[in-house]
């Protein structure tokens, strides 16, 4: 920013103060172009950037880093400015009483939630429960009924051109023009994020290494493998380094293989600093991400804490013995009933195998004492807390799941 622009607000953390014409500010404080007039900034390519806006819209690009001096002592900052935003705080997304119908169904019923700046807050729930109606309010493409939501310091109802710059957004379903190769795809994205063609070009490749599509890089999107179009989508969400990201079901479709791949991309850019809120079915793929656990059940949250808080208020530990010869089965099952929980009984869930809730870690080293004692060698002993499917059927009575990558009804509703 030249120092005779004096029409141009200062930013200076941990407060960033804008004008109705942002656009300034924007540029000045993302270092992303040379300092220009607003309508300049904005008017010919506002419409382009315009059809960007349901997915994100960050100017950021990567190398750059705020430039703009702090004010000197005494000088107001010129202009009156329409809002101010905090920018030190630790939350990057809270969710406060949404409420959301369509029409005889209520989707949402007063959820309530926070993801802390730089972690994994992973949504749990059946199909219908409401977790893409929450993400899309967030993501501003709808709007609660009731209930505030603030998004890296926006309210998304009052702000959601701000809240469009510093998200990304990944939905169930991939969502790319199919007549444009798939780095053409990546590069549009970033020059309508305002990218000089040069780096747009550069980060495009740099996502389609990353996301191993280089060799397809130049094919049409629409001969993809259902796979191969997820990566691609989730590579664009990506390509202006947004604050946030918000990924529904991001894997579905994915087999294993690339599924762990793309776990260590969510983990890569929360390492970066990225907040991600991300909605799933696959319940080891929270338990692997997630830093806190968030499980809704017919639009309420019903728990909110850490994968192992969760599980410890679930169910106690279980203890698992496999003898290596089965004719010690019933030793083994007496021994194990001198160590659970009160009125526990020994369960066989495995041919061959025993277990049985005990109250505490103590009781794997009376176990092993015991079976040192008869004699009894073991090809597997563990202790081990209740797993995440077991709480998530605990706290839903659900069962019987829809199988991961399905039809979420709630959408249905939506649509």
Known sequence: MARGDTDVPFAQPP???????????????????????????????????????????????????????APPVGRA????????????????????????????????????????????????????AGKTTAVRILATLLRPDAGRAIVAGHDV??????????????????????????????????????????IAKGRAAELLEWFDLSEAADKMAKNYS???????????????????VFLDEPTTGLDPAKREDMWDVVRDIVARGTSVLLTTQYLEEADALADDIVVINHGEVIAHDTAE??????????????PAEPDKGEEVRAILSGVATDGAHVDQPRSGEYSVPVPNDAALADVVGRLRAASIEVTELSLMLPSLDEVFFTLTGERNRTAPGAADATEEVEA
Do not use: W
Request: charged fraction near 25%.
């Open 15 to 69: 407060m960033l103060c804008e004008r109705r014409d942002d656009a300034v500010v924007r540029l000045a404080v993302h270092g992303t172009l040379p300092y220009k007039n607003g309508e300049q900034a904005v008017g010919s390519d506002l419409n382009q950037r315009a059809l960007l806006r349901a997915r994100l819209h960050v100017d950021a690009v990567p190398g750059h880093t705020t430039t703009v001096p």
């Open 157 to 198: 109802v009052r702000h959601p051109s701000e809240v469009r710059k510093r998200v990304g957004l990944t939905g169930q379903y991939a969502s790319m023009d199919e007549e444009l190769t798939g780095r053409e795809n990546l590069v549009m994205i970033g020059e309508l994020l305002n990218m000089r063609p040069s």
């Open 226 to 244: 259902g796979g191969m179009r997820r990566r691609l989508d989730l590579a664009a969400s990506l390509t202006g380094h947004p604050e946030i």
């Open 77 to 128: 900052f010129v202009g009156r400015p329409s809002y101010c935003v905090a920018m030190s705080s630790d939350i990057a997304v809270e969710a406060d009483g949404l409420v959301k119908s369509f029409k005889e169904t209520k989707a949402l019923k007063g959820v309530s939630f926070q993801v802390p700046r730089g972690t994994v807050l992973g949504v749990l729930g059946p199909n219908g």
């Open 309 to 322: 808080r969760l599980k410890r208020v679930v169910g106690s530990q279980t203890l698992r013995v496999r």
